[in-house]
């Protein structure tokens, strides 16, 4: 089941569960979040505003109509896109940015890479707890660009990468999916014109990662 954040006429906020991809594709043409949102309302015309990974959970915007879409697709670089994220080591500084042009892998189109003539591409982070048991961190990020895999990319180049990402770092073996949530989203709403803020409490399999991080997970929405 699909966790609805908030709804009105305008617009749809849910909470995507990791392993549940956003749009078709040619290798995942059933049961994509879009599918099951649709089936709610067959006449719905849902239109997704930025995406997530399939590995990565939290919040998700959807428009209800293609002229609330346009102005949201405008306006996207102006909202508070936070991300919490478990990576390995212990991140230092503290607090930062990370400006860094990412583009294609010649050698894998499935991967970024850190690349001069890569799109321009910023991250800020911030540690908000480290644990000397698992050597693990958790970081805030946010997105100031909306580049594919930008914060594993980022912090995997920082050599920090994100705790379970097979692609940028290492799998775990019970845990299939990268440590990595979008928990927090906030944007001036196209219609009403107020400030509202969407939150996806992180899922339980992330915060088991490690017990000292636990409470401040679940704390941080």
């Not at 979040?33 to 067959?42: E, G, I, K, Q, V």
Request: glycine letters at 6%; hydrophobic letters at 40%.
């Amino acid at each position: 089941m699909l966790e609805i954040l908030f709804e009105d006429e305008w617009l749809l906020a849910v909470d995507k569960p990791a392993g549940v991809v956003v749009h078709p594709t040619y290798r995942n043409m059933e049961g994509t979040l879009l599918d099951h949102l649709r089936a709610r309302d067959a006449s719905s015309s849902l239109a997704v505003v930025g995406r997530l990974d399939k590995l990565t959970s939290g919040v998700v915007l959807l428009a209800k109509n293609a002229a609330v879409h346009a102005i949201l697709q405008r306006r996207w670089h102006k909202a508070e896109k936070d991300y919490l994220a478990i990576v390995s080591g212990r991140v230092e500084p503290e607090t930062g940015s990370i400006d860094l042009p990412l583009g294609t892998d010649p050698s894998d189109r499935r991967r970024r890479i850190v690349r001069p003539d890569g799109a321009s591409s910023v991250t800020l982070f911030e540690r908000l707890d480290y644990d000397t048991t698992t050597d693990r961190s958790l970081v805030q990020c946010r997105l100031m660009t909306g580049r594919r895999h930008q914060i594993r990319v980022h912090l995997a180049t920082r050599g920090w990468p994100v705790v379970g990402d097979a692609l940028y770092g290492s799998a775990l073996a019970d845990f299939p999916r990268h440590a990595l949530h979008a928990w927090r989203l906030r944007l001036t709403h196209p219609q009403t014109g107020c400030v509202v803020t969407f939150n996806a409490p992180v899922p339980a399999e992330m915060t088991a990662l490690s017990s000292a991080l636990a409470a401040r997970c679940v704390q941080s929405p």
